[in-house]
């Protein structure tokens, strides 16, 4: 499974879009990219998932580059209670179905 | 409500008294797996079950056992713990194997003295 880069934190004002960058050069073409969100301790949480089209549902929007070398989670209007830890993960329909998880992104949401 | 139920969410134990973490989803989900998280190393996938009878090791396997004899339930044993075993540990669901995304139990804390 391709290996993904994110940073390690990000900020963001109560109310305004976060975009949550990250890389995953190595994707190969049967490779899907996953988001899912740890708040605090809790169970990780399914965001959305993509392959090469922008999707969106009611949580938040999927970009991904033409060539699949990079993504960014979108959430619209972002509250306090989107801080977390998000992850980005890439895994294949032929994949065990083994999540595997990096260090993710911390977002701090702020007043 | 669809979820994945594990229990207990808190448990203190001492090494070598063998205990069973229990993990049941209502949505049945073919698919079943067992992760832990520590500090550091973020989540690791222990055991997987691809349907009722049929489970493999994941990447940390060691010291853990698993059974799939409903679909339902996929109990986390551990026979004799220790220490390195103390962790958050989290069961996850999907139709699929994740295709269409994971529902996770909310955790359970384990520490072994």
């Known amino acids: 499974d391709a290996k993904t880069t994110q940073p390690t934190s990000m900020d963001c004002a109560e109310g305004r879009a976060a975009n949550l960058p990250c890389n995953h050069s190595t994707i190969s073409g049967n490779e899907y990219v996953y988001w899912y969100r740890q708040i605090h301790s809790q169970g990780p949480q399914y965001i959305i998932h993509g392959l090469k089209n922008n999707e969106t549902n009611e949580m938040a929007s999927l970009i991904i580059t033409e060539d699949r070398k990079s993504s960014t989670l979108i959430l619209p209007h972002a509250t306090l209670r989107d801080t977390a830890v998000y992850y980005c993960?890439?895994?294949?329909?032929?994949?065990?179905?083994?999540?595997?998880f990096g260090q993710g992104t911390t977002l701090q949401v702020k007043p | 409500e669809a979820q994945v139920t594990q229990n207990p969410r808190y448990l203190i134990t001492v090494t070598g008294k063998k205990l069973t973490v229990t993990c049941s989803q209502n949505?049945?989900?073919?698919?079943m797996s067992w992760y832990r998280q520590d500090p550091g190393l973020g989540l690791r996938q222990i055991y997987y079950s691809m349907n009722v009878e049929v489970t493999d090791k994941g990447d940390v396997p060691e010291g853990y056992k698993v059974s799939r004899k409903e679909k339902r339930n996929f109990p986390l044993i551990l026979e004799s713990p220790s220490p390195n075993q103390t962790s958050l540990y989290f069961c996850?669901?999907?139709?699929?194997?994740?295709?269409?995304?994971?529902?996770f139990g909310s955790g359970t804390r384990l520490t072994v003295v």
């Open positions: 949505m049945n989900h073919e698919y």
């Open positions: 996850a669901s999907s139709p699929n194997r994740g295709l269409l995304g994971y529902t």
């Open positions: 993960i890439v895994m294949g329909s032929s994949n065990t179905g083994k999540l595997i």
